[in-house]
């Protein structure tokens, strides 16, 4: 058995100790993009209406599948030669991202809004891809026993990143203008160019990176000759033969083999998927402007929301592992469903108290844990259901499902708060939950929480 120094010493390896500055590099984009954005939109009086539909821009994510057989597989001229396949997409995703950020850090919102929208896709758009290309470089770069650390620095540096977007993006705004209440472009055009500048981060760790080696995958060659040989006996040939062979071993093999392994239980696991973070989700687009109309500070929320709430999830997750490893998936993911609807309720108490500190370190405290609890339940079981011969497409297809729904409802919460207040808006993303917690019962009684069937 390997002794606990051996096991430390795994975090010494180069690619798993650049892990945590590319976890970073896949943190840093998605609250600039989404929360930390509402919060400058909403100081720049834009309505909150408009604020939930600009939310959509988050589908990206969940459309990413669509486009990760083709991050898969397809090369980049020049870059992949020099780089190596998975390299290559990384690296021109990070500078797509960069240029997209400094754009935003340009474009003041009050003035005119349309840019900002453009922008703003196009970083959620490649930051969608360079997460397509991390998955599959972060599973293809060192063996089954490193994965774990692998996980962990990645989790890391992308916590890290995450109160860099969130709270760092407040402290430098405020840093330059810390009047509350009075909306001050320059302030925001400096911390989004320092974040932008940040993405060098990951873009020199990519470049000091090693493409990985993979040896062929026999389950996947098998296939792609038996394909190629039935297209080539219904008269296909030449290059119409090789892009429909590529295009089924790609595209169509990795989701026909999760349909063929789970059968009609496959609908019940994309429904459990795609519904499980919905309460969080749906919230969160309206949780910062909520903050701004209740009069907290970029100070107030930088500290209380962005640094210690991550904190928070941070031992949330690590509770998540624990408990799974010690109770099985189906338990604590139910236990994460449940907490993640009722703690949404705590938010109807803050709405009715007004501006009160204390009770938002409460509010936030507990919503972060409970979320830390059902991710960490939530990836270990879509680990679970992920086949190995197609982990890239397959991973990419599982947490796009995972938010497509969420991030369409959620386009409407601004309405939504127009029309009824805060408070009733919290408490229908609760009962958004529910209908969460009986799939998750219906998924332990089909016996699919193991990835088994």
């Known amino acids: 058995m390997r002794s606990w120094i051996d096991a430390l010493r795994i975090y010494t390896d180069p690619r798993v100790v650049g892990m945590l500055f590319l976890g970073f590099s896949s943190g ?8 930390t954005l509402s919060f400058w939109l909403r100081e720049a009086g834009i309505a909150r209406a408009t604020i939930g539909h600009l939310s959509w821009v988050g ?3 969940g459309f990413k599948w669509m486009w990760a057989p083709l991050v898969d597989r397809l090369p980049l001229p020049l870059l992949t030669r020099y780089l190596g396949r998975r390299r290559a997409w990384l690296l021109l995703s990070q500078l797509v991202i960069a240029a997209a950020l400094l754009g ?3 474009t003041d919102p009050a003035l005119d809004f349309r840019p900002m929208i453009l922008f703003a896709l196009a970083v959620a758009f490649a930051s969608a891809t360079q997460d397509i290309a991390l998955d599959a470089y972060r599973i293809e770069a060192v063996a089954q026993d490193k994965q774990g650390a692998m996980a962990a620095t990645y989790q890391a540096g992308y916590r890290m990143a995450m109160i860099t977007a969130g709270a760092g993006v407040l402290w430098i705004a405020s840093s330059v203008d810390g ?6 472009f320059k302030s925001w055009h400096v911390a989004y160019s320092a974040m932008a500048a940040a993405m060098a981060v990951g873009i020199v760790a990519t470049l000091l990176s090693r493409e990985p080696r993979l040896a062929p995958n026999p389950v996947a060659a098998q296939e792609a000759s038996e394909v190629y040989l039935w297209l080539s006996a219904k008269g296909f040939h030449g290059r119409r033969l090789e892009v429909l062979a590529w295009l089924y071993s790609a595209v169509l093999s990795p989701f026909m083999d999760f349909v063929r392994r789970f059968g009609w239980q496959a609908a019940l696991i994309l429904g459990l998927i795609a519904t499980y973070r919905i309460s969080d989700v749906v919230m969160g687009v309206m949780s910062n402007s909520f903050y ?3 009069g907290y500070s970029k100070v107030e929320v930088a500290t209380v929301s962005k640094v210690y709430g991550v904190v928070m999830t941070i031992l949330g997750a690590g509770l998540g592992g624990l408990l799974t490893a010690k109770m099985g998936v189906n338990r604590v993911l139910m236990l994460g469903a449940v907490l993640s609807a009722a703690t949404n309720l705590l938010f109807v108490w803050l709405a009715g108290l007004g501006h009160d500190v204390h009770a938002l370190v409460w509010t936030v405290s507990a919503d972060n844990l409970a979320s830390g609890i059902a991710s960490s339940a939530f990836v270990a079981y879509l680990s679970g259901l992920t086949n190995s011969a197609y982990s890239a497409t397959q991973y ?3 947490s796009s499902v995972m938010l497509l729904l969420p991030k369409f409802i959620a386009g409407f919460s601004g309405d939504f708060v127009d029309a009824y207040g805060y408070a009733d808006f919290f408490s229908a993303t609760a009962l958004l939950g529910v209908p969460v917690i009986g799939l998750v019962w219906l998924a332990g009684r089909a016996r699919l929480l193991a990835g088994v069937r």
């Open 292 to 294: 701004v109309d209740m």
């Open 396 to 398: 990419a297809l599982f």
């Open 59 to 61: 589908l990206a994510y």
């Open 104 to 106: 935003m850090a340009n």
């Open 28 to 35: 840093l984009p998605l609250l600039l993009v989404l929360g």
């Open 179 to 184: 009047r509350v209440g009075v909306y001050d």
